[in-house]
Nanobody, 123 residues
């Protein structure tokens, strides 16, 4: 069972960049898909991006395409989310999780959630 630790959140201004990290503190991501979700106050948790660890196939929600990039580091067993041109509407707690079921978009298909990392973007 994979355990993950997220890091990299912070408070930035609109237009700035952040890189989030999702490190496997226990277990490995092989044969899994790893997803980055976010949840803003009063809103449902939504998938931002995901990556198939084996194939590198990726998914992005429309609102982050061309701004965010998901990647993986096999040596460090870490999935990154590079976030550029951040907007106030990107403000949320960002979580990573994994699934055996491919590039799923719904949270209940994922397990082994991290504790989350706060991203705050001011205008």
């Amino acid at each position: 069972q994979v355990q993950v630790i997220e890091s990299g959140g912070g408070v930035v201004q609109a237009g700035d960049s952040l890189r989030l990290s999702c490190a496997a503190s226990r277990g490995i991501f092989y044969n899994l898909a790893v997803g980055w979700f976010r949840q803003a106050p009063g809103k449902e948790r939504e998938l931002v991006s995901s990556i198939n660890w084996n194939t590198g196939t990726t998914y992005y929600r429309d609102s982050v395409k061309a701004r965010f990039t998901i990647s993986r580091d096999n040596v460090k067993a870490t999935v990154y989310l590079q976030m550029n041109s951040l907007k106030p509407e990107d403000t949320a707690v960002y979580y990573c999780a994994s699934t055996w079921q491919g590039l799923q978009s719904v949270p209940n298909k994922y397990a082994n959630w991290g504790q989350g990392t706060q991203v705050t973007v001011s205008s």
